[in-house]
């Protein structure tokens, strides 16, 4: 027999939150729902474009569509270029660290530093240390002769906000895989060491499967972090020279804020940030599939 | 062979002038608590670290302080030590792949390994997709696989279900002992170095106490230290001081048929028995006890039932400590009871205020020796 009471107050809990969350983003995204399927001509009068917007977008052919197809694809090699970086360095880094000892804590103290910097104080940093009439490394390239300028060359722009990113995340994938190995038990390397097993075969049969699940989560961050990059590359560069560093986010916002092109903007948001939702998933089902199968 | 082995870090003695002697083909047992040194002494064995003191002999070479790269070492842990990624077939090849052995050699090796280990259907499996007991078993074979002539097995069953625990128990020592191999096994149960049969070593805080033939050893340890780690439960203690022959336990009173124990010389001593040469009983009182059975009642605290046996812990009254006594079968003595701790004196060890054992008991009834393996 079922004894339960059915008592459906216990939803009033959650109301507080579901308030919350309504203010905070379903109605300004449902604003943007509203924009992306509108037009207005001013005075606040709309009228009904239906999939108008997002044709636009998602049609390269039209100068919207060229933009946004141009940012996805800058954006895509970035993020690429960035993860390609960061995370082997970072497995790198993590080897280095010391396991014990004093060293510990001060070692991890210094990598962890460009953690805890705002992200448009790197900028700054970077900005100036670019700069080619003060920079410490644009002067010091100016005069080995090396072609460099930020505001001109889009290859430099590149190197520098490539360079700013690695210089800024490179450490959280260390202290995460630096975590994930000292999670290895001890008895593995003995074992290893008892076969007669050379180093290169600890790595690739014992560190680096047992890092696997550590390296899909720091993969996620740092391409959902690279994906969305904003504050750094815009203090930067500002985008340019040109169109060459307008990231998906820095494009948006020129169309969004100073362009107050709406209805293409709204679509722009909607489609970009099913394509971060989009990536999350995948990430997530892989790691899920990856727990089921339960990698010892 | 080991010749007074020691190994400091720091001031921190961790293995002192330990000596053993290990023969091919032989099973040796390091029987100790946690942190006895068990692991710590395997390592030095095996060449993973290097003693600051002693020697290691191996057939006569002087092989101390030589990397375990340059040694024939094997070694099986508590944990399911594999290779992640690779399947159970290249987990069992690994160590004769760095030999770099010829192809047929390593196939023919693995297939027998394999077979004996019963993994033959699991070879093209992952670790991750094996049972506990088929996991060990592949850290077992890759163990057996490498031939080598010293095996180190540092509690390998110690995670596996208690079935698994006792077929893998009975067929290790038969597996290896084929391959005439040095076999050192550590523990910190004292029915498995029985199980095992073979030599034991009691271990205690980084010093070898005894070594010996598992049976005897278990029946005569030689101090207190290797009594109370070769007993489960752990062994009662019963202090005593004893002036011109006469025993007096902690509260003063005399031990009754102190007589028993011999010739104790005068001092401190102290009275050990396992849980086996004390009875519970009823309290009964008054007189006609036999002497040689001195009875201490008290209260009882815990009753553990293993089913052919229970253990009575019982709560002396004169304040002489909890006694664990055996009574075959199951006794319902419940907390709080009434009852007393018959000693049989006759199985009982006196040990000198050195924790050496002091008065040869008296011979107990005639048993029959089994020859140690």
């Given amino acids: ?296 | 062979m080991l010749d007074r082995i020691g190994l400091k870090r720091g001031d921190e003695v961790h293995i002192a002038d330990a000596s053993l002697e290990l023969h091919a083909g032989s099973m040796n047992v390091l029987l100790g608590p946690t942190l006895s040194g068990k692991t710590t002494l395997m390592r030095l064995m095996a060449g993973l670290d290097r003693p600051t003191s002693g020697r290691l002999v191996e057939d006569g070479r002087d092989v101390t302080g030589l990397g375990v790269k340059h040694r024939s070492v094997a070694m099986v842990y508590q944990q399911f030590v594999n290779y992640p990624t690779l399947s159970v077939y290249e987990n069992i090849a690994s160590p004769l792949r760095v030999q770099g052995l010829p192809k047929a050699e390593i196939e023919s090796r693995v297939a027998r390994a394999a077979k004996l280990m019963r993994l033959e259907p699991m070879l093209k499996r992952t670790p991750a997709q094996l049972s506990g007991g088929q996991q060990q078993r592949t850290a077992l074979a890759r163990a057996l696989v490498k031939q080598a002539k010293l095996v180190l097995l540092d509690e390998p069953l110690a995670n596996l279900d208690y079935k698994l625990r006792e077929e893998l128990r009975e067929e290790l020592p038969r597996i290896f002992a084929e391959t005439g191999a040095i076999l050192v096994y550590a523990t910190t149960e004292p029915a498995e170095a029985l199980l095992l049969r073979g030599s034991t070593a009691t271990l205690r805080e980084g010093r070898i106490t005894q070594v010996g033939p598992s049976a005897a050893l278990y029946r005569e340890p030689g101090n207190l230290d290797a009594a109370r780690v070769f007993s489960d439960p752990p062994l009662n203690e019963l202090a005593l001081t004893v002036s011109n022959g006469v025993a007096a336990l902690a509260d003063g009173s005399r031990l009754p048929g102190d007589g028993a124990l011999g010739a104790l010389p005068d001092g401190a001593a102290t009275l050990g028995f396992r849980a086996d040469a004390a009875a519970a009983a009823v309290a009964v009182g008054g007189d006609g006890r036999d002497p040689s059975h001195p009875a201490f009642p008290g209260t009882v605290a815990v009753t553990e039932i293993s089913g052919s046996e229970s253990f009575v812990h019982i709560a002396t009254d004169a304040g002489l400590g909890t006694l664990v006594c055996l009574v075959e079968g199951v006794h319902a003595f419940e907390p709080g009871d009434r009852a007393e701790a018959r000693l049989d004196l006759a199985r009982a060890f006196a040990f000198g205020a050195d924790g050496r054992r002091i008065a040869a008991r008296p011979a107990a009834a005639p048993r029959r020796e089994p020859v140690p393996a």
């Fill in chain 1, 1 to 296: 027999m079922d004894s339960r009471v059915w008592d459906n107050r216990a939803w009033l809990f959650v109301v507080p939150v579901m308030a919350f969350v309504l203010f905070s983003s379903l109605i300004p995204m449902m604003t943007v729902v509203n924009y992306s399927f509108q037009d207005s001509m001013g005075q606040n009068s709309f009228f009904w474009n239906g999939p108008g917007w997002f044709q636009n977008l998602l049609d390269p052919t039209t100068a919207v569509g060229a933009r946004f197809q141009g940012a996805l694809l800058r954006n895509f090699a970035f993020s690429f270029t960035v993860l390609a970086i960061e995370i082997p360095l970072g497995i790198a880094v993590a080897l280095c660290i010391p396991k014990s000892g004093w060293r510990v804590g001060a070692v991890l103290v210094a990598i962890a530093l460009p953690l805890l910097i705002p992200y448009n104080v790197v900028g700054t940093i970077w900005q100036l240390f670019s700069r080619t009439d003060i920079g410490l490394l644009g002067v010091a390239l100016g005069r080995s002769g090396v072609p460099f300028n930020v505001t001109q060359n889009a290859g430099s722009a590149w190197a520098v906000i490539v360079l700013m990113d690695v210089w800024h995340w490179t450490s959280m994938v260390a202290l995460l895989c630096y975590a994930g190995l000292k999670a290895i038990p001890d008895a593995y390397y003995q074992a290893a060491r008892i076969d007669g097993a050379n180093r290169w075969s600890v790595f690739r049969n014992i560190e680096l499967p047992k890092l696997r699940k550590v390296l899909v989560i720091a993969m996620l961050l740092r391409f959902m972090g690279s994906f969305m990059i904003y504050t750094e590359p815009f203090t930067v560069t500002g985008g340019g020279p040109g169109e060459d560093t307008s990231f998906l986010s820095i494009d948006l916002v020129k169309m969004a804020l100073g362009q107050v092109d709406l209805g293409n903007a709204a679509a722009y948001s909607l489609v970009y940030n099913l394509i971060t939702l989009t990536v999350c998933w995948m990430f997530f089902t892989y790691t899920t599939h990856a727990d089921s199968k339960d990698v010892a």
